[in-house]
């Protein structure tokens, strides 16, 4: 769904919850996010005009705090460990696979929008180095055939 054609009817519900109150920016842009995936600018300008917030504050908002994404992810979010264990035992290796077999580069989505691949510092699960978080699951000591065909079967 691109961003100029995307659906604002929920987000018109959504905001109406919000309605007789002060708007609290974080909550709407939350809740934004969990209906798009991200949040479009169409959704911005839209809670802007609805609430009176400035698209320059909601703008600053989503733009300070590393929870809010501002171009559509990808299904299933791969964020590999390139911290200094992982990326001694693999990390490299295993990024590049990623990139090669996904068509995802790091740092960014496929062009499918299957799957979005982010490089990470520090996971603390060193002892299982190199790591992978993908949806939430981890997956420790990878390699990238196994952790690349692993990727393959999400659905």
Known sequence: MSEETCDLRELEVLLETFQGKKYPV????QKTQSLYGYLPQAAL????EKTGIALSQLMGVATFYAQFRLT???RHLIRICDGTACHVRGAPQNIEAVEDAL???AGGTSPD???SMEIVYCLGSCGLAPIAVVNDQVYGKIDPKTFVEQLKKLE
């Open 45 to 48: 300008r839209a809670i802007s």
């Open 26 to 29: 974080i909550p709407i842009l």
């Open 103 to 105: 068509n995802v580069p």
């Open 113 to 115: 929008y299957k799957y």
């Open 72 to 74: 559509r992810q990808g």
